[in-house]
């Protein structure tokens, strides 16, 4: 009974230093994470339960006793079990990784000026074309409780992803957060800079990138390159419709033919609609992965 006092009363102060934001502390940084708190909740519990178990710690023929160094051990295994489980489960619902991607929508959202109500309109289409209506509602409430807040951060929202999803993966979830970046049909030279960043933390390759921005009709500020100015030298240019293949699947136009397929099958791997996340509308990668093989196939009949 003691013992059982002693862990919710560690507990609830654990609790309450977790709670104080008045100064940075490692220490208190590494109790906020849940995989921590999740093992050392485990880890009391499971305490608990064993001391209860009488052992014969000093022979055969002695009366069992409780131990509470024996709890403690066998605390250690069965705690690790036990969070890992738990840790496991937490990770894969959809409510773990929608959140940071909703804030990197938020990142984006606001990279030029603060977000107004036509941006959260787009925002709320968009989550309903990408994530169901029920699961994007979810979001929408989380973006509208963080759409002010100043303390969000590109890498933390990275490492929670890059904690879930292998690389393909965030490779569609980055498709998203461009999607939303110039739905305007406009990239400014801030959120270009943004998505960059987002691309770098989780750890999608540049030419991936640039071939995910090159499925997007959209104005460059960078490049001053329209899209009536594109639609029009791609009809009076058979050279410039394969320079738009080429940058579809991410690479440049002196590659041969065998770094076209490489590149060909290492985008259809990603957006083939048998192999994109669960959760993920399977139209935009259907889309996406008909853009590639589109590509891939006006290249192939001219340098195949």
Same mark, same amino acid.
Not at 218 to 236: A, D, G, H, P, V
């Given at each position: 009974m003691v013992l059982l006092i002693f862990s919710y009363s560690t507990l609830f102060v654990l609790s309450f230093v977790m709670s104080s934001n008045r100064q940075y502390y490692p220490f208190v940084e590494f109790l906020k994470k849940k995989t921590t708190l999740n093992y050392l909740l485990s880890f009391v519990l499971c305490v608990v339960v064993f001391y209860q178990i009488k052992y014969r710690m000093n022979g055969p023929n002695l009366p069992s006793e409780r131990s509470l160094v024996a709890a403690v051990v066998a605390a250690l295994f069965a705690s690790g079990i036990i969070s890992a489980i738990i840790t496991f489960f937490t990770l894969s619902s959809s409510s773990y990784w929608l959140k940071p991607i909703v804030e990197l929508i938020v990142l984006i959202a606001r990279a030029d000026s603060k977000i107004i109500q036509?941006? /959260?309109?787009? =925002?709320?289409? *968009? @989550?309903?074309?990408? +994530?169901?209506?029920? $699961?994007? /509602? $979810? *979001?929408? #409430?989380?973006f509208h409780k963080i759409k002010d807040n100043k303390e969000l951060s590109t890498s933390k929202a990275c490492a929670k992803l890059n904690q879930v999803f292998e690389a393909s993966n965030a490779i569609v979830l980055l498709d998203i957060v461009v999607k939303i970046a110039v739905s305007d049909q406009y990239l400014s030279f801030k959120e270009e800079a943004v998505i960059k960043e987002i691309a770098s933390k989780l750890r999608v390759h540049s030419s991936v990138?640039?071939?995910? @921005? *090159? $499925?997007? #009709? +959209? =104005?460059?500020?960078?490049?001053?390159? &329209?899209? /009536?100015?594109?639609?029009? &030298?791609?009809?009076?240019s058979s050279s410039t419709s394969f320079s738009r293949s080429y940058e579809v699947l991410g690479i440049s136009e002196n590659s041969s033919f065998e770094e076209v397929k490489k590149a060909y099958r290492n985008l259809a791997k990603i957006y083939h609609p048998d192999k994109v996340m669960n959760g993920v509308n399977k139209a935009m990668a259907k889309k996406q992965f008909q853009a590639i093989s589109e590509a891939y196939q006006e290249l192939k009949q001219k340098l195949g």
């Open positions: 036509k941006d /959260q309109r787009v =925002i709320i289409q *968009a @989550l309903k074309g990408q +994530f169901g209506y029920f $699961r994007a /509602q $979810r *979001a929408y #409430n989380y990138l640039h071939s995910i @921005l *090159a $499925r997007r #009709n +959209f =104005i460059w500020e960078s490049k001053r390159y &329209s899209r /009536q100015e594109r639609t029009k &030298s791609s009809t009076s």
